[in-house]
């Protein structure tokens, strides 16, 4: 485990699927973030959305809709519909506010996800799952503090903060008190060595989903 200070030194690169590559910014300070563990030692690396994304999102948001509007009508006569411009300012705004709620961080020991948070060194159970569209692991800690939908692709967005994650993951699941199952092994790329092996069963159903 990295000094809970400092975060030194690093873990070495974790395995991927998401392949981005924002890293924690260095020329200002996150927006309003929620309260932290602090107790756990300070935020290390952290992933906010600029107000220049969300304005982004919201504009495109605006574009798409004001494009099917003029499909659907056959031209432009829902300019003059009122409950249109309503639509066209309601959706765009909420895809605004929803895109600043993206918050991530993580200390040597704890990752949060919005305002939830768990100590990733003492993870009793770590569970891959579909969230509509989105890709997800939900996370529990032996204090009972819950991550019920972390976007895989918010998590490994910011490579020096899924390192520190995905350290603290392998730290619990070979302590031999993780439930994981060989579903999330795989797409976390966790050796079956680590930890208690997945049973018979669980290997099964994992082959034949595969295959």
Known sequence: MPDPITGEPRPPRAPRIHHGTDHTPTDRHPRNPPKAPDHLGPTLEWLQPTLRDQYGDAAMLAGLLAVFGTISAGGFSWVLEWWAWGLLAFFPWMMFRASGNHWAAVGAGWVQWRSSWVDTY????IQFSADGYSRVLR???ALGN???SFKISEIQRNPDLWDLVYNGILHSVASGNCDIDAKTRHILKIPYELGPRPTRSERIRERRRRG
């Open 139 to 141: 996370l529990k800690d």
């Open 122 to 125: 003492q993870l009793t159970r």
């Open 146 to 148: 819950e991550i019920h």
